[in-house]
């Protein structure tokens, strides 16, 4: 009996690697087919619409019919008077709203770049950018890039609102001071003006098991802190001289565009709620994007953009894979 369920066991096992290679293969052949197809997306959403069309829907569903012949009435004026107006002064202000939704690595990043680059074909110095902004933070270099899209926006006069709902902290504010004006939820968390890198080490187990570990390196500070390495005084000294230098360059950039934040007091890593940011100067304004869009929207034209870029599988894997590294040595 013992026989049988050991090759009963056997061939389980085999049956399960022959389907699971041939699953393999076909998404392989499938993963490739589509290697031809257009990969990029753009997706230009009129947020006007969307609001007049819950106005309608609500209206119709309450008013009696006097007072819903007279909204009609009131509706038919209103539109009339938005084509005079495009007419008289040529084009009503345009606001284009990104979302921006952080992750360590501000992947993200890739899609703010075309969306800011498509914008750019197109707006003036009457429009503005309206950015949803939700992050915690990440890697110094994504984040960085970040906020230099948000800068192609300043240098050609562009306006910017960042709208923090929920979280604009760390990296994430460093994108937020760029804007000409930051809004904030009551309760979201702004701030986290600091810098962290955390690196696991596995120098005493390695060492424990007779396991040496050689690290080649051509410079005196081509690696300093190391994952399997005994890591010297030297080394985290030099490794903490770093990131006090990138918290500066934080704290200088935060400076150039909110000269009016006491620095010294923000940029101790702390976070604060939208309430709090307020009085620290952190953020304008208590106001949720809701509000400012549905209030912008009964005199200007509001147009969501987005950009998406689909992935192959085996660029899913790899960045499955990457984000695990970065938990590692960022989280």
Partial sequence: ???????????????????????????????????????????????????????????????????????????????????????????????????????????????????????????????????????GGGVVHGYGLAASQLMRLREKNIPLTVSVDKVAASGGYMMACVGNRIIAAPFSIVGSIGVIAQVPNFYKVLKKHDVDFEQFTAGEFKRTVTMFGENTEEAKRKFREEIEDIHVLFKDFIVQHRPDIDIAKVSTGESWPGTRALEQKLVDELKTSDDYLLENSQHADIYEVSYTSKKSLIEKIGFQFQSVIDKWQYG
């Fill in 1 to 135: 009996m013992t026989d049988f369920f050991l090759n009963y066991g056997l061939f389980l096992a085999k049956t399960g690697t022959i389907v699971a290679a041939i699953v393999l293969v076909f998404i392989v052949i499938l993963s490739s087919k589509r290697q031809g197809e257009s990969k990029d997306t753009f997706e230009i959403k009129k947020l006007n619409k969307k609001y007049e069309d819950i106005a309608m829907l609500m209206n119709t569903s309450m008013l009696p019919k006097g007072g819903l012949k007279k909204y009609l009435k009131e509706k038919k004026d209103k539109l009339k008077s938005i084509k005079k107006d495009k007419k008289d002064e040529g084009q009503r202000k345009r606001i284009y709203v990104l979302n921006f939704h952080g992750d360590i690595r501000a992947s993200a990043v890739a899609s703010l770049r075309e969306e800011i680059t498509a914008i750019l074909m197109v707006a003036s110095a009457n429009d503005e950018v309206f950015m949803r902004l939700e992050s």
